[in-house]
């Protein structure tokens, strides 16, 4: 059984997951919006993935005994500069991400509890591989450019990157 004190940040990342689906999901829409089919394809897509990080964490705290709790979901932020910002916004998101899934991850360590600790190994993993898509993502704005022509090809790439992942 969960500690009453993981349980609380257990809820509170839940809450978080699907924050981050509303942010990728609101970010999709903006890309929609401005023109960026793939891009807008790829968060629509990621928004989806961070759902399921909602909900696996949600079953794992009903399974082990303790009231899963979802809080209120603050609505995202619906208007950026241009494509840059939006991946620049993402990672950053990310890494806070990465920084509250280590937190759970030492509190279980320091409860001992083995069961739960083995549980987030997943989110450790997929928190690295979160953050190194997202830095690759804006190697490729860096390079290719996010002005005239270049922003339709970082477009094309980021699309890519969603048709590769549906079909992987």
């Not at 500690?3 to 997951?17: G, H, K, V």
């Not at 970010?27 to 968060?43: E, I, N």
């Not at 990672?91 to 083995?118: C, P, R, Y």
Request: proline letters at 1%.
């Amino acid at each position: 059984m969960l500690s009453a004190s993981l349980i609380e940040r257990m809820n509170a990342q839940i809450t978080l997951e699907f924050f981050s689906s509303n942010l990728y999901l609101q970010m999709s829409a903006w890309c929609d919006h401005k023109g960026y089919p793939g891009c807008a394809a790829f968060l629509a897509q990621h928004a989806s993935e961070e759902y399921q990080h909602g909900r696996k964490l949600f079953t794992y705290v009903t399974e082990t005994g303790g009231l899963a709790v979802i809080g209120a979901v603050e609505a995202p932020k619906t208007q950026f500069a241009g494509i840059q910002e939006v991946f620049d916004q993402t990672l950053a998101h990310e890494v806070g991400i990465t920084a509250k899934i280590n937190a759970l991850v030492k509190q279980a360590m320091d409860e001992s509890d083995f069961a739960t600790f083995n549980f987030l190994q997943w989110y450790t993993a997929e928190q690295h591989e979160e953050e190194k898509l997202f830095r690759n993502i804006l190697d490729r704005i860096r390079v290719i450019g996010a002005d005239g022509k270049g922003i339709y090809w970082i477009d094309k790439e980021i699309g890519k990157l969603a048709k590769g992942a549906a079909a992987g």
